[in-house]
């Protein structure tokens, strides 16, 4: 029997809770991880930005792959031309790698290359690719690519910050992708989850979650990460 993909695994243990460094306290980056690893937390997110793609600019490959953790490492990459940065973030352990919709002409042959890679954790694994959209950006444009992906991510933030409020259109956007996409695709919603909204993002069918500052607020870290974990496996 073949060996089950990370894809496969992902779809049948939803939903998963992805939480994002971005807001964490930089200077205890090893025990901010530790701490998620304790709340039982599946998935890690990297928010790169490259100051072109949105204004800020973040992390790169090495801190990707100078992280270590038991956590599944979930790569969402908002630069410009993806396409020959791939090769360095697989490098670094990425086990989820997302690319922008509007981040290049070239977004199939970026999914098709990735496609290609094998998962420097575990060759049996693969990697997950996923294809993000803007909350401005039509559905159309998974139609084409849709051979070449695992994942569709929707944004419900503009790109760019954290801790920003959840756009109330993406409820709807997500009901259509699953429409679109089909039971075998993973959809990840990223942006504007807090603890009052994750147990609906949850039922609304999201098979990842992304959570940032509702986890980082720089208080009870903790305590978030389980409370998020708790409230999308009621
Ligand atoms: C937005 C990023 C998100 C964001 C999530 O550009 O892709 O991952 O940092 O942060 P919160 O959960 O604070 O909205
Ligand atoms: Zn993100």
Not at 80 to 109: M, N, Q, W, Y
């Amino acid at each position: 029997m073949a060996a089950i993909s990370l894809a496969q695994r992902l779809r049948a243990s939803a939903p998963q809770v992805s939480v994002g460094i971005l807001t964490a306290d930089w200077m205890s980056l090893g025990s901010e991880v530790d701490l998620l690893e304790r709340a039982s937390v599946d998935l890690l997110h990297f928010d790169v930005m490259d100051g072109c793609f949105c204004p800020m600019l973040t992390m790169g490959a090495a801190i990707v792959a100078g992280i270590k953790t038991s956590l599944l490492k979930d790569v969402h990459l908002m630069v410009e031309e993806p396409l020959s940065k791939l090769e360095a973030f697989v490098a670094a352990g990425a086990d989820i790698i997302t690319v922008h919709a509007e981040s290049s002409r070239h977004i199939h042959r970026s999914l098709q290359v990735l496609g290609k890679m094998v998962n420097a954790n575990d060759p049996a694994r693969g990697i997950v690719r996923g294809l993000a959209l803007n909350p401005g950006t039509a559905l159309d444009v998974i139609d084409p690519v849709l051979d070449e992906l695992e994942m569709v991510l929707l944004l419900a933030v503009n790109p760019g910050w954290g801790g920003q409020k959840f756009i109330a259109s993406t409820r709807e956007r997500m009901r259509q992708v699953r429409e679109r996409v089909g039971d075998n695709v993973l959809i990840c919603l990223d942006g504007g989850v807090t603890r009052d909204n994750v147990a609906e993002i949850a039922r609304l069918g999201a098979d990842i979650i992304v959570t940032g500052s509702a986890v980082f607020d720089g208080k009870a870290a903790l305590d978030n990460a389980r409370f998020m974990q708790q409230a999308v496996r009621p």
